[in-house]
């Protein structure tokens, strides 16, 4: 009997999934740098095109590498059908707008990656398409945001910068009931630890710059649902505007989702630790994490981080609030280890101000309004020994 990759564990299916080996049986997979392909005959040319035949066309329609990529993380998130895009935006962009169209209206938690809000706030609303933003956490206020014309949810949970919790499966049954379509962008929980298609998105998207790669080298997206759905909103508007993966980048990621497993539990484990020592120190004000119980939403947390079963995990990012701006920039320029730096999921750490940085094109009414005051500090954990990070937090925590 073949082996079935759909019975395969995590870990199989992180190495062994999508590979798809060249007559020549390299062990790596090949990266396929091509942007076109040729065809045995004008008669194979003409069935390719009008997919009576199977087979690659021209790279922004698809690529044996990029193939490859998009069929390993398809595997590992349970999901019919993935596309990959050349970043995190891209796939956000294109799961957007591919559902709506002019007259529709969006409904949002307010806790969003910067440039998520800037689609929806922006851009969006210049084809006619309008964005509610609500209390994420709140249930009772998506259901009050609905409008006859409400199309499409979009989540973002654990939520930049404050991680705070959305509770995917309660969102998804209040879209069910008016038929709206929803979207989870899973960056900060990882496909290790959440699953949105099992709890009822239709989509979801990830940027792979993060965790995927983990590792600082390239930029990456991607999203993935059911074929139909995928095929009938993304197909064309992949084909026809071109935000393709490169191959090289694609072989990266490849290589990036083999240790994903092992990267991210990692991360994970260093992440409580350093959340408990900081949330105890008496200059923090306060810690945010999603796996300690004083998160305030920490059951729902529990309830959908759970690994795929029953291994609840808080993810690698931890957020602190330190008072004020100076003594945020105070504990920052005191770090020896840890980098100053906007990345997240990268096996360095990193710690960044978002007020002044990822967040800093919000008005200060609206950072309030999500409550990321001053003295707020993201903190991206990696893969450094867990003392060493400790020490260095503390040194710089001293400073602040
Ligand atoms: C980084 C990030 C993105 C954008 O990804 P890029 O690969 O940088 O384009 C989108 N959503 C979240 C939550 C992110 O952290």
């Given at each position: 009997?073949?082996?079935?990759?759909?019975?395969?564990?995590?870990?199989t299916?992180?190495?062994?999934?999508?590979?798809?080996?060249?007559?020549?049986g390299?062990?790596?997979?090949?990266?396929?740098?091509?942007?076109?392909?040729?065809?045995d005959?004008?008669?194979?040319?003409?069935?390719?095109?009008a997919?009576a035949?199977?087979?690659?066309?021209?790279a922004?329609?698809g690529?044996?590498?990029?193939?490859?990529?998009?069929d390993?993380?398809?595997l590992?998130?349970?999901?019919q059908?993935?596309r990959?895009?050349?970043?995190?935006?891209a796939?956000?962009?294109?799961?957007i707008?591919?559902?709506?169209?002019?007259?529709?209206?969006?409904?949002?938690?307010k806790?969003?990656?910067?440039?998520?809000?800037?689609?929806?706030n922006?851009?969006?609303?210049?084809?006619?398409?309008?964005?509610?933003?609500?209390?994420?956490?709140?249930?009772?206020?998506?259901?009050?945001?609905?409008?006859?014309?409400?199309?499409l949810?979009?989540?973002?949970?654990?939520?930049?910068?404050?991680?705070?919790?959305?509770?995917?499966?309660?969102?998804?049954?209040?879209?069910?009931?008016?038929?709206?379509?929803?979207?989870?962008?899973?960056?900060?929980?990882?496909p290790?630890?959440?699953?949105?298609?099992?709890?009822?998105?239709?989509?979801?998207?990830?940027?792979?710059?993060?965790?995927?790669?983990g590792?600082?080298?390239?930029?990456?997206?991607?999203?993935?649902?059911?074929?139909?759905?995928?095929?009938?909103?993304?197909?064309?508007?992949?084909?026809?505007?071109?935000?393709?993966l490169?191959?090289?980048?694609?072989?990266?990621?490849?290589?990036?989702?083999?240790?994903?497993?092992?990267?991210?539990?990692?991360?994970?484990?260093?992440?409580?630790?350093?959340?408990?020592?900081?949330?105890?120190?008496a200059?923090?004000?306060?810690?945010?994490?999603?796996g300690?119980?004083?998160?305030?939403?920490h059951?729902?947390?529990?309830?959908?981080?759970?690994?795929?079963?029953?291994?609840?995990?808080?993810?690698t990012?931890?957020?602190?609030?330190l008072?004020?701006?100076?003594?945020a920039?105070?504990?920052?320029?005191?770090?020896?280890?840890?980098?100053?730096?906007?990345?997240?999921?990268?096996?360095?750490?990193?710690a960044?101000h978002?007020?002044?940085t990822?967040?800093?094109?919000?008005?200060?009414?609206?950072?309030l309004?999500?409550?990321?005051?001053?003295?707020?500090?993201?903190?991206?954990?990696?893969?450094?020994?867990?003392?060493?990070?400790?020490?260095d937090?503390?040194?710089?925590?001293?400073?602040?």
């Amino acid at each position: 009997m073949a082996e079935d990759p759909n019975d395969w564990e995590v870990a199989t299916r992180l190495i062994r999934g999508g590979l798809a080996r060249s007559p020549h049986g390299e062990t790596s997979e090949p990266i396929y740098l091509t942007q076109s392909f040729a065809y045995d005959s004008a008669e194979s040319a003409d069935a390719r095109f009008a997919g009576a035949e199977a087979g690659f066309i021209y790279a922004r329609y698809g690529n044996p590498t990029v193939k490859m990529f998009e069929d390993r993380l398809a595997l590992l998130e349970g999901a019919q059908a993935c596309r990959a895009t050349a970043s995190g935006m891209a796939a956000v962009h294109m799961a957007i707008t591919g559902l709506v169209r002019a007259g529709d209206h969006v409904i949002s938690g307010k806790a969003l990656f910067g440039s998520c809000r800037w689609i929806l706030n922006t851009w969006a609303p210049r084809f006619g398409v309008e964005t509610t933003l609500v209390d994420g956490p709140d249930l009772a206020a998506w259901r009050n945001a609905v409008r006859p014309n409400t199309r499409l949810f979009f989540i973002e949970t654990p939520a930049n910068p404050l991680l705070e919790i959305c509770d995917i499966a309660g969102i998804c049954a209040i879209a069910g009931e008016i038929g709206a379509k929803v979207v989870v962008d899973n960056v900060f929980a990882t496909p290790i630890f959440q699953q949105p298609l099992k709890l009822g998105a239709d989509i979801v998207v990830y940027s792979a710059t993060k965790h995927i790669d983990g590792q600082g080298r390239v930029l990456g997206g991607a999203m993935l649902g059911e074929t139909a759905l995928m095929e009938e909103a993304y197909k064309d508007i992949a084909r026809h505007t071109g935000p393709a993966l490169s191959p090289f980048n694609a072989w990266v990621l490849l290589k990036g989702l083999e240790t994903l497993d092992l990267r991210v539990r990692r991360q994970t484990e260093t992440a409580a630790l350093l959340a408990d020592r900081l949330a105890a120190h008496a200059k923090v004000k306060a810690c945010r994490y999603p796996g300690r119980s004083d998160h305030p939403q920490h059951a729902v947390a529990m309830r959908q981080m759970n690994g795929g079963g029953n291994q609840p995990a808080g993810g690698t990012v931890v957020a602190f609030d330190l008072g004020s701006r100076d003594a945020a920039f105070r504990f920052l320029n005191a770090l020896e280890l840890v980098d100053i730096s906007n990345n997240l999921g990268d096996a360095k750490s990193m710690a960044t101000h978002p007020p002044t940085t990822t967040h800093r094109s919000m008005t200060e009414e609206q950072r309030l309004e999500i409550g990321l005051t001053a003295g707020w500090v993201r903190l991206s954990v990696g893969l450094e020994g867990p003392a060493d990070l400790a020490r260095d937090l503390e040194r710089a925590l001293e400073a602040a």
